[in-house]
């Protein structure tokens, strides 16, 4: 079945440093998806990607969405302690249904 | 947006018992999902709630398990059953808008099995 991965598992950084996660499909995907989990909380919808190549931007945030539509990146510019939490995509290869990554666990070291 | 509640919040129950867990939402949905999240691990689909019609279960879930009801476009129930220390797991429910494609979770239920 359709997997899909993200690396790192866990990223530990200064506050202020960048961050990034990846996310990687075997299939070639319909749409993909960002959710952020703070810890003791449930999955909070960040943002869609549908475009091959597409580039989205929220304030700190950039995202991006592969040319062959396989893989997908979440960049963090200057992180605070704010932005603590798991960072999973969520993919699908046009169903309605969604398949969600690993996740990439971030730590913001004040 | 919309605004998910899940009965109840956490419990702790005995191997070899049921658990039924509820969720509300403030409005009519078409798409209800129901979700395992082990600890520490990813979001594992477990079924797609119909509303009228039988559950539709991902591979490695079975209705025998995880009987689901969804008795109209606000509410459904998921029943964690003849539980095993295994089944021990945060579950949530999520709804989906065909138009909007962004999924909304509860808040989740954290149920331990001892």
């Known amino acids: 079945g359709q997997q899909v991965m993200q690396i790192p598992q866990y990223q530990h950084v200064q506050e202020g440093e960048d961050f990034t996660t990846y996310c990687n499909s075997s299939?070639?995907?319909?749409?993909i998806q960002w959710y952020k989990q703070r810890p003791g909380g449930h999955p909070v919808f960040l943002i869609q990607?549908?475009?091959?190549?597409e580039v989205k931007k929220q304030k700190r945030l950039t995202f991006q969405f592969g040319e062959a539509k396989k893989n997908s990146s979440l960049h963090i510019t200057a992180t605070q302690t704010t932005d603590v939490g798991t960072y999973f995509c969520?993919?699908?290869?046009?169903?309605?249904?969604?398949?969600f990554g690993t996740g990439t666990r971030l730590k913001v070291l004040a | 947006s919309a605004v998910i509640s899940q009965k109840p919040s956490r419990d702790i129950c005995q191997r070899g018992t049921s658990l039924t867990i509820q969720c509300q939402v403030d409005?009519?949905?078409?798409?209800m999902f129901w979700y395992r999240q082990q600890p520490g691990q990813s979001l594992t689909l477990i079924a797609t709630?119909?509303?009228?019609?039988?559950?539709?279960?991902e591979s490695g879930f079975v209705i025998d398990k995880f009987p689901i009801s969804r008795p109209n476009l606000t509410f459904s129930t998921l029943t964690v059953s003849n539980m095993s220390p295994e089944d021990s797991s945060i579950y949530l429910c999520?709804?989906?808008?065909?138009?909007?494609?962004?999924?909304?979770f509860g808040p989740g239920t954290r149920l331990t099995v001892l």
């Open positions: 969520a993919a699908t290869s046009g169903t309605y249904k969604y398949i």
């Open positions: 990607l549908v475009k091959s190549g």
């Open positions: 999520s709804v989906g808008d065909l138009l909007v494609d962004e999924q909304f």
């Open positions: 409005s009519q949905v078409t798409m």
């Open positions: 709630a119909n509303q009228g019609s039988e559950a539709t279960y």
């Open positions: 299939t070639t995907l319909s749409n």
